[in-house]
């Protein structure tokens, strides 16, 4: 315990000095101010601001890579609450209620909530990270291929729980996203799948490109048709900080959505994605009234963001201590503590110290400088939501445009924006809807990746899922909840089973 | 209406026109890497194109276009404007395994290129689980030969780099072990270490921190020498196995047509680059290999493109894979 | 894409025995994702489950989706449910136009014997925003005029000076009209002053006489 003391000691020292305290602020602003445009989320974000951290020395470079990514992925709650574009898989659910909530005329409240959340979250994860990130980096060791699979179907179940309407309807959109996820070239074969032999489908579908679809495009469709309700969000704006009720009942989920969020994001296989979702459920499963859950609840934006935070900074434990990334952001991160001439492994914590400690003391100076950044921002973002809408719009479209051509520069992919936005659309019209159509698609190539995986290595064996403890427990955990979703709409009778 | 037809007329005219050479560059240059941001050849392409900006007095802007194992970004790059305005960073996938693994290609690796020389290439290293029963090389391999598909090698994907070489490993060693794929090289490490799959081969950037910190173990890097990231690891010859020796080179590439002086001016500027004591130490750091001056030419990057078609395409065409 | 026309003519009051034509029009369209699935991945192999093939799971899945379109086109014959509601055209068909005219002219494009040179930014930026507007019917193209020559600019900067991306903002004939001491940044942020002082001199002009023109014509005009 001295040790961890004594260290943090030393982190704070690196990450405290005038100009590492400057990158870090640095990297937030920029970090929010990019990832706010519409669609742009962290992965996006980073890749682009890459090149503007070669010139400082490692330490710094990280600290402010390290400040893009926590700005950036607050700016992709912000458009998701705002104007309903999710930034990235983990702000899905923020939509959910979060976009609600500005529609409500409650936006500075939910953008002040998940702020607030955040910062939390982020400071129990550094103190995770800084004493628990060793040892638990040993179990998540123990995660193999069964494993991965089975916390997926989980995963899958929470998006049939977090479903508002027809839970039929849920679960077609969870299957037709596992679907989407399998289309492009096969893994473990390398044949082309449902590509229509179009050269830029041969990598299947890019998540920013779907997400933008059938969210932002298809929202701004859906928009069109209801003159009357656009603009409902204009006129009310409201509170710009939660109140003390407020707090009073987000305190409890965001408490719960860090403990869940901080634990999946140890997971090598990108176990984060599912903090949100996890969270979204809980709150739902334990809510008074689970009704209003999908309506703009706080509960259902405090506890996400929470968990979305806590994830994203202990999935940092796997790249630390392990030299993995779990995920494109932390792959990227890889790529940037290459650069710079860092190659990570088990031995940075003992070779570099001093970027090792230093990087964990500025994750806590970044979570404090997010909230600094973004407290007084909330006033402005919610004043954006005042430009009417005919004029809000087409400005969204060429953010859209230039945000997903900015990720991969190909043109094809900001058709396919378009083409989903339209299928997004006829999804909504037949009353459908999108987030677990996203969720489906996020885990699926996870699910069939593992699935495949698990199914090589036990020679075909399906009991492999059942003999491995770990697989058997969540895959219970899953039957459970699947089965606790259900039973209120069977217990209501068979008439209202298809529509809670 | 045809104002804009006439604006667009105009512009394409203009665009299309010869650009004056004479003081080539004069504007930033834009090096299409066809992977996406972080991996080990945008990280070279990047280390390599800040120093080539310096003695170019023009910037060189890396332009990530991922995709179909590199082959997005390299048609992309075969198509372009032969200026000296694009250019690009293929290797080993890109310009030798790719036709084996791509029937419907659209560019011919050593016909559609203009090559401007051999960047950088980092070794490849046969790698194992801490706990593999096998104490050097060849107790491996006649572990591997003896135990054939209960053994199980992990991959980072068809078309990736690992995918190759492992192909290529277990063609020379005549074995058919299990093939288990990962979605990059990241989780297939991951499983490694878990002890959930037995062996893989990969660049010696990727997997030599797991090594050095006794995560995983080494049996030989396939190269002529030992590597001064890995001082302990013997070469697969010194290690008794015999044709295994391949790495994943890194070059860097212009459209065909590209004018011969502008080619020149680039392969200086590549040149002094990878002469430049700062540039070298940040590719050594990373366990890459800096080509020997007479590597460093045109004409034998050319030659080592069409050798690495013909090396690869029997042997990738062997095992089945095709990723089309 | 395969949007049942009869499901959105459809009125929303009740004919003949379909009681909820949402759920129908659903499940068709369900029907019709996996059809088009299975229709794909007919050639793949299934595989076994020691080593599964390409398609087994897209097959899993496509029936999968099948069902549940069946059991909502079964449905909406047994259960009274939602209708459809109206939705007219112009949206989407403009909002896509616009996606289109950007992604056809942000760099060079060619679609068999049709080509366009690359524009960049500078052109694409205001396509998408001048076209995308007139996807509401209460469009007036001043307002958007200077939305398209303030915003452009401004990811001009953002983009293309202040972080250095790759992208394209004009074309490089344009930059020839420059004289050649000029860099590219500098080209940069003088169109962008200049296009930002055109959007000012419009807002500043048009805020004596409202313009109250009819954009119809205009509308065929930037297709």
């Known amino acids: 315990m001295g040790d961890l003391f004594s260290n943090l000691n030393h982190g704070f020292s690196i990450a405290l000095t005038f100009q590492n305290l400057g990158l870090a602020f640095l990297g937030c602003l920029v970090g929010t101010l990019v990832g706010v445009l519409p669609g742009v989320g962290p992965i996006a974000t980073i890749a682009m601001l890459l090149p503007i951290t070669f010139g400082l020395e490692p330490v710094g470079a990280l600290i402010m ?17 705002l104007v309903n574009i999710p930034g990235e898989a983990t702000s899905v659910v923020t939509t959910l209620d979060g976009h609600q909530m500005a529609r409500q005329g409650r936006a500075g409240v939910a953008l002040g909530i998940a702020a607030i959340g955040s910062f939390f979250a982020g400071t129990v994860a550094t103190v995770v990270i800084a004493a628990l990130g060793a040892p638990l980096t040993r179990l998540a060791l123990i995660f193999g291929p069964a494993e991965y699979f089975s916390l997926m179907v989980m995963g899958l179940v929470f998006a049939v729980v977090l479903a508002r309407g027809s839970i039929l309807k849920a679960i077609a959109m969870i299957v037709l996203g596992v679907l989407l996820s399998t289309v492009g070239t096969d893994l473990e074969t390398g044949q082309e799948r449902l590509t229509f032999g179009l050269p830029f489908l041969s990598d299947g579908i890019d998540f920013a490109v779907l997400a933008m679809g059938i969210f932002g495009v298809a929202e701004i469709l859906r928009n069109l048709d209801h003159t009357e ?62 009704s209003r859950f999908g309506r703009g609840a706080i509960e259902g934006v405090a506890g996400p963001e929470a968990a979305n935070n806590a994830g994203a900074q202990t999935s940092f434990i796997p790249l630390l201590t392990l030299g993995i990334p779990p995920n494109a952001v932390m792959a990227l991160m890889v790529g940037a503590m290459t650069i710079h001439g860092i190659v990570p492994g088990p031995q940075v914590m003992t070779r570099n110290p001093d970027l090792f400690w230093g990087m964990i003391a500025s994750m806590w100076i970044g979570n404090l400088m997010l909230l600094i950044i973004n407290l007084p921002l909330v006033g402005v973002w919610v004043r954006l939501l005042k430009v009417p809408y005919h004029l809000m719009f087409p400005a969204i479209l060429m ?102 | 209406m045809r104002k804009i037809a006439l604006a667009l007329a105009a512009f394409g005219l203009a665009t299309s ?97 203009a090559p401007i020389g051999l960047a950088a290439g980092t070794p490849i290293l046969i790698v194992a689980k801490k706990d593999f029963p096998a104490k050097d090389l060849k107790g491996f391999v006649e572990y591997v030969q003896k135990n054939g598909d209960k053994v199980n090698m992990a991959h980072a994907g068809v078309g990736s780099v690992s995918h190759s070489t492992g192909i290529f490993f ?46 995983i173990k080494a049996f030989a890097i396939a190269t002529a020498t030992r590597s001064p990231a890995l001082p302990d690891v013997p070469t697969t010859k010194e290690a008794g196995l015999d044709g295994y020796e391949v790495s994943a080179w890194n070059a860097v590439f212009a459209p065909k047509g590209t004018p011969p002086e502008i080619v020149a001016k680039l392969n200086e500027a590549l040149v002094k680059a990878l002469s430049d004591e700062n540039t070298k130490k940040r590719l050594l750091d990373l366990g890459g290999v800096i080509p020997s001056t007479a ?30 | 894409m395969s949007l049942s026309p009869q499901g959105v003519a459809q009125p929303p009051m009740r004919r003949g025995p379909i009681r909820s034509t949402q759920n129908f029009a659903g499940g068709l369209f369900l029907l019709a994702l996996a059809a088009l699935a299975l ?36 449905m909406s014959l047994l259960r009274d449910g939602e209708a459809l509601a109206k939705s007219s055209l112009r949206g989407p068909v403009v909002v896509l136009l616009a996606i289109l005219a950007f992604a056809m002219t942000i760099r060079p494009f060619s679609l068999g014997a049709m080509g366009l040179p690359g524009l960049g930014m500078v ?47 004009f074309p490089q004939s344009f930059a020839n009209l420059f004289p050649a001491s000029w860099s590219q940044k500098e080209i940069l942020r003088a169109t962008a002053v200049v296009m930002a002082i055109a959007a000012l001199a419009l807002f500043l002009t048009g805020r004596r006489r409202p313009s109250n023109r009819i954009d119809v014509v205009d509308h065929s005009g930037t297709m």
């Open chain 3, 39 to 74: 229709y794909l991945a007919r050639n793949l192999p299934q595989g076994s489950l020691r080593s599964m093939g390409p398609a087994m799971l897209p097959d899993w899945l496509a029936y999968g989706v099948g069902a549940c379109g069946f059991a909502l086109v079964v």
């Open chain 1, 65 to 81: 890579l390290a400040g893009i990514y926590y700005g950036a992925q607050y700016g992709g709650s912000t458009t998701a609450i």
């Open chain 3, 123 to 169: 052109v694409a930026g205001p396509l998408a925003i001048i076209i995308g507007g007139y996807a509401t019917p209460d469009v007036r193209l001043r307002p958007l005029l200077i939305l398209a020559l303030s915003l452009t600019p401004f990811c001009m900067v953002l983009f293309g000076d202040l972080l250095n991306l790759p992208i394209p903002i």
């Open chain 2, 170 to 215: 277990t063609s020379v060693i005549k074995a058919k072990p299990t093939m288990v794929a990962y979605r990059g090289t990241g989780p297939a490490l991951n499983d490694l270490m878990g002890n959930t799959v037995d062996f893989m081969t990969d660049q010696i950037v990727n997997v030599a921190p797991q090594v050095q910190g006794g995560n």
């Open chain 2, 17 to 113: 026109a010869a650009q004056a050479q004479g003081n080539y560059p004069q504007r930033p240059i834009t090096m299409i890497v066809p992977f996406a941001a972080g991996g080990p050849t945008d990280v070279i392409a990047r280390i390599v194109g800040d120093n080539m900006s310096r003695t170019l007095g023009q910037q060189i802007v890396v332009e990530n276009v991922a995709g179909a194992g590199g082959t997005t970004g390299i048609t992309r790059g075969a198509q372009a404007q032969p200026d000296g305005y694009t250019i690009m960073m293929g290797h080993m996938g890109t310009h030798g395994a790719a036709p084996a693994l791509y029937p419907n290609l659209k560019y011919d690796p050593s016909k559609d290129f």
């Open chain 2, 295 to 324: 590597e460093q030419t045109p004409a034998s990057l050319q030659k080592l493109v069409e050798s690495e078609v013909a090396r690869w395409t029997p042997v990738l065409k062997a095992a089945g894979a095709t990723a089309e």
């Open chain 1, 229 to 290: 309700t656009r603009n409902v969000v204009q006129q009310a704006i409201g509170r710009l900080l939660p109140n003390r009720e407020d707090f009073r009942q987000s305190w409890r989920p965001v408490l719960r959505g860090t403990t869940i969020g901080a634990i999946l994001g140890i997971l090598p296989g990108n176990g984060a994605v599912l903090g949100p979702f996890a969270s979204y459920t809980m709150e739902k499963k334990l809510a008074k009234d689970p």
């Open chain 1, 399 to 500: 953010f859209c445009c230039i945000g997903i051509y900015s990720i991969n520069s190909l043109p094809t992919d900001v058709m396919f924006i378009g083409l989903f936005g339209i299928v997004g659309y006829i999804l909504i019209k037949f009353g459908f809807e999108p987030a677990p159509l996203l969720l489906g698609f996020v885990l699926g190539k996870l699910l069939e990746e593992n699935l495949r995986r698990a199914l090589i290595l036990s020679r075909g064996s399906l009991d492999t899922f059942i003999e491995r403890p770990i697989s058997a427990a969540l895959l219970a955990v899953a039957a459970v909840l699947l089965v606790l979703a259900l039973l209120p709409s069977i217990r209501k009778g068979r008439d209202e089973v298809f529509v809670e």
